[in-house]
Every structure is written in C-alpha cells, then in structure tokens.
C-alpha cells in the first residue's frame, strides 16, 4: 500500500469507528526488562486493566522478543501488533525530519529534553504519523542524555578519532562520529555488552541508565560526560488497532500510554546524578565536557541536518524560548 492509501484508509476508517470488545493488547519493545521504558509499558497494562474492569488486558514483549524496531513497525502496520514504544531513531529512518531531535546540544539537559517533549512542535510533530507510517504517535518518553564511555582513557576528541564507537543505527548519530574521525558502528542493545568485552568496539554513544544497569562500566576507563544529544522515545498504536477501538476506549489508551512515558521522563531527571554516582563509584573516571570539546562537528552537523528537515530550526526556536524563560527571573 502507498503511503497515501494507507494515510487514506486510516482517515476513512476513524470516521466510522467500530463496536468496542474485550481485548488482549500486545505491546513490544527492544528495551531489557529492567529498563525504565519496559517497566512503564507494564506499568500502562496494569492501569489499563483496572481502567477497563479487567476486560481489556496487555501482553508486554520486552527485549525484541517479537524483533527489532524495524520488524515492530511492520507488525503494528499489519495489525498484528497493538502498541509499542520505539526510539526515534527507528522513526527518523522514515520520517528524516525527526532527525532534528538529535541536533547536538538541542537542549542542555534532561530536564530541557523533558520540556522540549512535552512542547508544542514536538506533539505537532506527532500528526503526521498516521499518514506517513500507519500508526499513531501518542506521546513521548527518553532515555535521558547521550554520553561516550570509552575502554580507553578519553581526554579530548583526538582520542576517539579513528576509533570505533558503537552507535544505534540510525543516521543522525551516524553522521555525528563520522564528522567527528569516530568510525562510527552500527550494533543494538542487545549486542553492546559483548562487543565491549571482547574489543570489537573502543567506546559507546550510550544513556547513564543503561551503562549502569547492564554494567557496561564493567569495560570501561572513562565515562565522557557530555550530555550531547536527547535521547527520545515515542509511543505508537497500530492504526489498525486504532481504528477498531471505539473513541472511549482510544482516549483511554492514549491517555494512559501517554501518562507512563510522561513518567518515563521525570523518572530520568530525578535518577541520572544517581546513574552518576553509581557509575563513578564503580571505578570510571568521568570527565565533564561541553559543546567545545567536539569542536566543528556541531557547526558540519547543523548544516547538513538544517538543508534535511526545516523542523531543527522550528525545534531550535522552542528550545531558546523555553531556556530563555528558564533564566528569566
Ligand atoms: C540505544 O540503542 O542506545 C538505546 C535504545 C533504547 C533505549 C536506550 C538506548
């Protein structure tokens, strides 16, 4: 089906709506089942239970039990998967202009991340999924900031030219080590842990929580505490599933899902000094950097990024505006 039809369809079918039944939800998701976004996902199931008086149930798949992101999307497209919480990164792949979300120093820090998320470019943003990919976005999460940990001491980014960098797969940060002299290296999750250990890679572009909980730290000499890019995550219903729920029952999943990740994004700017802590206690030196420690790259990566989507600078304007207000008395 083309985008168009299926964008078509989907519009068609909302109109008409569908009697309500009992139904047992499937959710997916790439995360372990420690992670904060699993942990939310069954979170959203259990209110959703007890919202819909036990007939509406959810079945979590953590840890790509039903595949990568790639093939989640594919199910939620056909209908034979209900809910998901993807990176965006998985959404960037076919929808550029989401890109503009890992524009290095977008925002400060995870409490700006948070706001930016929550803001109105961003929920814009969200409309056109439907017509574009067949599901719709309901809501955001993250996974905090991006930081590098490196087996090796870093001292500046000399230290990481030539080397390998396990990124996500996904063009944005693909492009950030390339022009950086990284050799950037594609790996999931799933994969990382390994790699370290057995020096397949040199360092990872990583978040606080999953170095600390998967141990990532148990390799690594140096944590480069640079917080250089936000880390989203979005919440996505089948447009199928959509469109044999009746309104109630789509006001009410929407709400719940949105309200879990929402927690999802507090719960990072309360816990990541605690990451911190953890990850510094265990023995890896930390180094804190800023903007000036990747010296061009950012300037190479906003001109390439500006000429892919008009969306960074929009995202851009929101974010000095809620900064600004931020340090306005
Ligand atoms: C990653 O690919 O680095 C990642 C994916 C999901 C959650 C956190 C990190």
Redesign the pocket.
């Known amino acids: 089906m083309t985008r168009a039809t299926l964008g078509a369809t989907l519009l068609a079918l909302v109109a008409t709506g569908s009697p309500a039944q009992a139904r047992e939800f499937r959710l997916g998701l790439?995360?372990p089942p420690t992670?904060l976004?699993t942990q939310a996902a069954i979170a959203f199931g259990d209110e959703l239970e007890v919202a819909s008086d036990g007939s509406h149930r959810l079945a979590v798949f953590p840890a790509r039990q039903l595949g990568t992101e790639a093939q989640l999307l594919q199910l939620l497209q056909t209908g034979a998967l209900d809910f998901a919480i993807l990176?965006i990164?998985e959404i960037t792949n076919r929808m550029p202009q989401f890109g503009a979300f890992y524009a290095p120093y977008l925002v400060a820090d995870v409490g700006a991340a948070a706001e930016l998320l929550r803001g109105d470019v961003a929920r814009e943003m969200l409309l056109s999924m439907p017509e574009e990919i067949g599901v719709f976005g309901v809501g955001y999460g993250m996974?905090g900031m991006r930081q590098i940990l490196g087996r090796d001491t870093i001292r500046t980014a000399a230290d990481i030219r030539g080397k390998k960098v396990r990124i996500?797969p996904f063009v944005p940060i693909r492009d950030f080590y390339q022009l950086l002299g990284a050799a950037p290296t594609p790996m999931?999750?799933a994969s990382v842990y390994d790699a370290l250990a057995n020096g397949q890679i040199d360092a990872i572009?990583?978040?606080l929580?999953?170095i600390w909980k998967l141990k990532y730290y148990d390799y690594a000499e140096t944590l480069v505490l640079s917080n250089h890019m936000m880390?989203p995550?979005v919440g996505v219903i089948s447009g199928k599933t959509w469109l044999a729920l009746e309104e109630d029952e789509r006001k009410l999943v929407s709400r719940l899902l949105r309200k879990h990740l929402d927690r999802v994004m507090s719960a990072y700017v309360e816990k990541e000094r605690e990451w911190e802590t953890a990850i510094r206690e265990a023995g890896v030196a930390l180094i804190e950097v800023g903007p000036e420690f990747f010296g061009t790259t950012l300037q190479e990566w906003e001109a390439i990024w500006a000429e892919r989507t008009p969306t960074l600078a929009t995202l851009r304007a929101e974010a000095a505006a809620n900064a600004s207000q931020a340090t306005t008395p």
């Open positions: 790439i995360t992670h976004w990176t990164s996974a996500t999931p999750l572009d990583m978040d929580e999953v880390f995550c």
